[in-house]
């Protein structure tokens, strides 16, 4: 159940840290968000040290579909709804900004980028489609509603989003990561502001950076409530079609397609952390359907962690943390939404004026209906009477057939059989279940 992308990278290996150190700006996270953030600060010459607990790119990253696109779903009218027109627009430039900065950097690279138009489907809500490209035509970009698409069923249309990429991460990563002051199988065991303990020796620096996926300050910032985790699952199909694009439906519960070299990448299956979902078990199903002469040669799943109101959190990590600062939330957008947090937070640590600061803040209004519904989850969780239970925060665990592992449906994290940690926000993985 591995990735494609493990397949073809050959990705560059680092000491774990070994005595104590002191640095301008520490970094927590290996995944694309954390390298990105250690290339700009070395780019802008800052000194700055990155710890990874496991390899780097051994988490979320590495399961992405990678898509390079600031068509994150029908999201635009939502946003001109909940922030107004000019936060739209700042959203939009950033994850377009940030799809321009990975067609520069890729040129020099080998890392199989290519450009495609990005699409969104419906299967019976033209109604959607069409308040959507409104909405786009509010802000000044100019996306297209096709008639058809090349999909194994029937669509009402589509909103097109031309010029959007796709590439290799793995291979991006690898050539990014080269020469950077990573420290690998360092884990953090304690953080607080300017400090933080790992197994090999004590870090100081004056700015701290966590970018490992779901933050892991439980006392600050309210992250388990403003936060929960959701499960995509993926098969890559030989002798399947092209399809010419990167499609994904509007409905949260729907398909994703795009073709990666003479492999097509179809997900789906979701579901919340801890929930039950299709997963694979309705993948291949639908594959034996609408493909039948494919041949299944890859499944993997990725976990992705969702903010309130679609939008990341970047920025300091709350208003009583000075000198630390957070990138989560990344809406299963991660690629693109990464760039733009890297950007911000260089410029954060550098004290420059960013135009995005107030747009990502995570002190930003909280009130919003996904809270109440992270809050009846943790509840349930807290209340259901059976073991196994999360060390994180006490929530009972819920068996994953389909994976073989422990899920807790409140914050996401994961557990093998033995009860080793698979996921965080929990952090103890010498519990056994």
């Given at each position: 159940?591995?990735?494609i992308?493990?397949?073809?990278?050959?990705?560059?290996?680092?000491?774990?840290?070994?005595?104590?150190l002191k640095?301008?700006?520490l970094?927590i996270g290996?995944?694309?968000?954390?390298?990105?953030?250690a290339?700009?600060?070395?780019?802008?010459?800052?000194?700055?040290a990155?710890?990874e607990a496991?390899?780097?790119?051994s988490?979320?990253?590495?399961?992405?579909?990678?898509?390079?696109?600031?068509?994150?779903g029908?999201i635009?009218?939502?946003l001109?709804?909940?922030?107004?027109?000019?936060?739209?627009?700042l959203?939009?430039?950033?994850?377009?900004?940030a799809?321009?900065?990975?067609?520069?950097?890729?040129?020099?690279?080998?890392?199989?980028f290519?450009?495609?138009?990005?699409?969104?489907?419906?299967?019976?809500?033209?109604?959607?489609?069409e308040?959507?490209?409104a909405a786009?035509?509010?802000?000044?970009f100019?996306a297209?509603?096709?008639?058809?698409?090349?999909?194994?069923?029937?669509?009402?249309?589509?909103?097109?989003?031309?010029r959007?990429?796709?590439?290799?991460?793995?291979?991006?990563?690898?050539?990014l990561?080269k020469?950077?002051?990573?420290?690998e199988?360092?884990?953090?065991?304690?953080?607080?502001?300017g400090?933080a303990?790992?197994?090999?020796?004590?870090?100081s620096?004056?700015?701290?950076?966590?970018a490992?996926?779901?933050?892991?300050?439980?006392?600050?910032?309210?992250?388990?409530?403003?936060?929960?985790?959701?499960?995509?699952?993926?098969l890559?199909l030989?002798?399947a079609?092209?399809?010419?694009?990167m499609?994904?439906?509007?409905?949260?519960k729907?398909?994703?397609f795009?073709?990666?070299g003479?492999?097509?990448l179809l997900g789906?299956?979701?579901h919340?952390?801890?929930r039950?979902?299709?997963?694979w078990?309705?993948?291949?199903?639908?594959?034996?359907?609408?493909?039948?002469a494919?041949?299944?040669?890859?499944?993997w799943?990725a976990?992705?962690?969702?903010?309130?109101?679609s939008?990341?959190y970047?920025?300091?990590?709350?208003?009583?943390?000075?000198g630390l600062?957070?990138?989560?939330?990344?809406?299963?957008?991660?690629?693109?939404?990464?760039?733009?947090?890297?950007?911000?937070?260089?410029?954060?640590v550098l004290?420059?004026d960013?135009?995005?600061?107030?747009?990502?803040s995570?002190?930003?209004?909280?009130l919003?209906?996904?809270?109440?519904l992270?809050?009846?989850?943790?509840?349930?969780?807290?209340l259901?009477?059976?073991?196994?239970?999360?060390?994180?925060?006490?929530?009972a665990?819920?068996?994953?057939?389909a994976?073989?592992?422990w899920?807790?449906?409140?914050h996401g994290?994961?557990?093998d059989?033995?009860?080793?940690?698979?996921?965080?926000?929990?952090?103890?993985?010498k519990?056994?279940?």
């Amino acid at each position: 159940m591995e990735p494609i992308w493990l397949r073809s990278a050959r990705m560059p290996q680092f000491a774990p840290l070994r005595s104590d150190l002191k640095t301008d700006v520490l970094i927590i996270g290996g995944g694309i968000a954390g390298i990105l953030c250690a290339w700009k600060l070395k780019q802008a010459g800052v000194d700055y040290a990155l710890v990874e607990a496991d390899r780097i790119s051994s988490g979320t990253t590495k399961g992405t579909t990678a898509k390079i696109t600031s068509q994150h779903g029908l999201i635009y009218h939502k946003l001109i709804r909940e922030f107004g027109v000019e936060q739209a627009r700042l959203y939009l430039e950033a994850n377009q900004s940030a799809l321009e900065e990975y067609r520069a950097l890729c040129r020099d690279m080998d890392c199989d980028f290519v450009e495609k138009d990005a699409f969104v489907y419906s299967r019976d809500n033209r109604q959607k489609l069409e308040r959507e490209l409104a909405a786009l035509e509010r802000l000044g970009f100019a996306a297209g509603l096709v008639e058809e698409v090349p999909l194994p069923f029937p669509t009402v249309g589509a909103v097109r989003f031309e010029r959007q990429a796709q590439f290799h991460p793995l291979k991006f990563i690898a050539a990014l990561a080269k020469g950077l002051r990573i420290f690998e199988h360092t884990k953090v065991l304690e953080l607080s502001p300017g400090r933080a303990v790992t197994h090999g020796g004590i870090i100081s620096a004056e700015n701290i950076i966590v970018a490992g996926h779901f933050p892991i300050l439980n006392k600050h910032g309210g992250y388990f409530l403003k936060l929960y985790q959701h499960r995509t699952y993926m098969l890559a199909l030989k002798n399947a079609p092209d399809v010419r694009g990167m499609y994904l439906d509007e409905d949260k519960k729907g398909l994703t397609f795009r073709n990666e070299g003479d492999l097509l990448l179809l997900g789906g299956g979701s579901h919340r952390t801890g929930r039950q979902g299709g997963g694979w078990r309705e993948l291949a199903r639908l594959a034996g359907q609408w493909y039948p002469a494919a041949r299944e040669t890859a499944r993997w799943a990725a976990q992705d962690c969702m903010s309130l109101d679609s939008v990341p959190y970047v920025g300091p990590y709350s208003g009583r943390t000075s000198g630390l600062y957070v990138a989560s939330g990344f809406n299963k957008w991660g690629i693109t939404s990464s760039m733009a947090a890297a950007g911000l937070l260089t410029d954060l640590v550098l004290k420059r004026d960013n135009p995005y600061e107030a747009l990502f803040s995570p002190s930003r209004r909280i009130l919003r209906p996904q809270l109440a519904l992270n809050g009846l989850e943790a509840v349930l969780g807290l209340l259901t009477p059976t073991v196994p239970r999360c060390p994180h925060m006490g929530c009972a665990l819920k068996y994953n057939a389909a994976e073989h592992s422990w899920d807790c449906p409140c914050h996401g994290s994961r557990f093998d059989e033995s009860g080793a940690l698979i996921d965080n926000p929990a952090s103890d993985d010498k519990k056994r279940i």
